[in-house]
């Protein structure tokens, strides 16, 4: 069991590094064509990337059509239920030979396809809400700014997931937010240059919506994480490929009639991207998200809300280190310091929530021996 359970919190890890690696690419290309006005398109970017996930779908789709043409009818429902089945029975063949699949606790039941679909479409609204308000406040504030108020979506997670029973607090927990919080202050404002650029030319009162709107975005990050990390549990419990496909969808049907009226009070214009760059820069994008937020919410299951928020602020360091290889911008001593204050905070809360999620699987086993 512990064996497992560390190959999972591995697992874990892993993808997280591989959603820092691409959030920060992806920070880098959207900056190309904010800067320079090519495409300041936020929320049709957004819609874009999130209806793109309805691909997740692709395969079963492709098996409906597939019995349609073969048996002349389809069964999207059986499908999908198939689709669940099938993938559980691979995690089920994973599972401990020492603990009975008839012993498994409600806690551990799969979602049936009602509550997956169902769990798609809240997700959505939230996830779609905080990505959309987070790219949308690069227009009116600046990069540092947004940096550091998104930075508090590790208090936000702790203090909603203390709510729920998902995270409980502590205080190596509080201090490894502290330390986080301070680490990010720290390499945001070692860059004057980039951390004013932008303020100095802003009106107050578009600066002040900009940080607003990076604020509520770390808001709706901490509460959509939390509550995913509540009705989920387990990623053994849902199939993740359905999961972000019904989110895609329902993010393709329900949302394009905001982005005709966006379109119609004049806030944002409907326009597809025109030139080859912006194109291949939105495609790029595009497929980025596909694939590092499916491995987010992946690496949020496998270990705990609060290590993968606090562990994304190392995308800040890694961003800066771009900022001195490809556009030459030089790094201070206050860089290396807020980097390691960030990676000294991970590791803090990342081992404390190992122990703590090590601890209820020792108590849940010690609960069935009983």
Same mark, same amino acid.
């Not at 098996?63 to 069964?75: A, E, L, P, R, S």
């Not at 012993?103 to 779609?128: H, M, P, V, Y």
């Not at 194109?279 to 993968?308: G, K, Q, R």
């Given at each position: 069991?512990?064996?497992?359970? @560390?190959?999972? =919190? ?54 409906? =059509? ?66 959309? &308000? ?15 108020? %998104? ?18 607090? @502590? ?20 860059? %004057? ?7 100095? @030319?802003?009106e107050g009162v578009k600066t002040l919506l900009? @940080? ?25 419990? &849902? ?16 949302? =394009? ?20 760059? &912006? ?92």
């Open positions: 069991m512990f064996l497992e359970f @560390n190959r999972r =919190w591995t697992l874990g890890l892993v993808m997280l590094a591989v959603v820092i690696v691409l959030w920060v690419l992806s920070s880098f290309l959207i900056s190309l064509i904010f800067e320079n006005d090519a495409y300041r398109k936020p929320f049709f970017i957004t819609y874009f990337n999130t209806a793109a996930f309805l691909l997740y779908l692709l395969p079963t789709g492709g098996t409906i =059509w597939k019995n349609y043409i073969t048996y002349g009818h389809w069964d999207v429902e059986r499908e999908l239920r198939r689709e669940q089945e099938g993938e559980r029975s691979v995690q089920d063949d994973m599972h401990s030979p020492l603990i009975p699949k008839d012993s498994e606790d409600e806690s551990q039941k799969r979602l049936s396809l009602g509550d997956t679909i169902k769990l798609s479409a809240e997700f959505c609204i939230i996830w779609f809400l905080a990505n959309f &308000v987070t790219n949308a406040s690069l227009m009116y504030t600046s990069v540092a700014s947004q940096t550091i108020l %998104s930075s508090t979506s590790s208090f936000f997670t702790l203090f909603v997931g203390s709510l729920c029973n998902v995270e409980s607090v @502590n205080k190596a927990k509080v201090v490894g937010s502290l330390v986080s919080f301070m680490g990010i202050m720290l390499v945001t404002g070692s860059d %004057s240059t980039h951390a004013f650029k932008l303020a100095e @030319n802003s900009g @940080n607003l709107l990076a604020l509520a975005g770390a808001l709706l990050y901490g509460v959509y994480s939390t509550l995913l990390k509540r009705r989920i549990r387990d990623e053994n419990r &849902v199939n993740m490929t359905l999961f972000f496909g019904f989110v895609g969808l329902f993010t393709l049907v329900l949302l =394009w009639p905001v982005m005709v009226l966006l379109h119609y009070i004049g806030w944002e214009t409907f326009q597809l991207p025109k030139t080859p760059t &912006v194109i291949t820069i939105v495609l790029f994008n595009c497929l980025i998200t596909f694939i590092s937020d499916y491995c987010w919410a992946s690496a949020m299951l496998l270990t705990s809300p609060l290590t993968v928020t606090v562990g994304l602020s190392i995308t800040i360091p890694f961003a800066m280190m771009g900022d001195f290889i490809f556009k030459h911008e030089p790094i201070t001593f206050l860089y290396f310091i807020g980097a390691m204050l960030i990676l000294g905070s991970f590791l803090i809360i990342n081992r404390q929530s190992e122990e703590e999620f090590l601890q209820r699987e020792e108590d849940g086993a010690n609960n069935e021996v009983i």
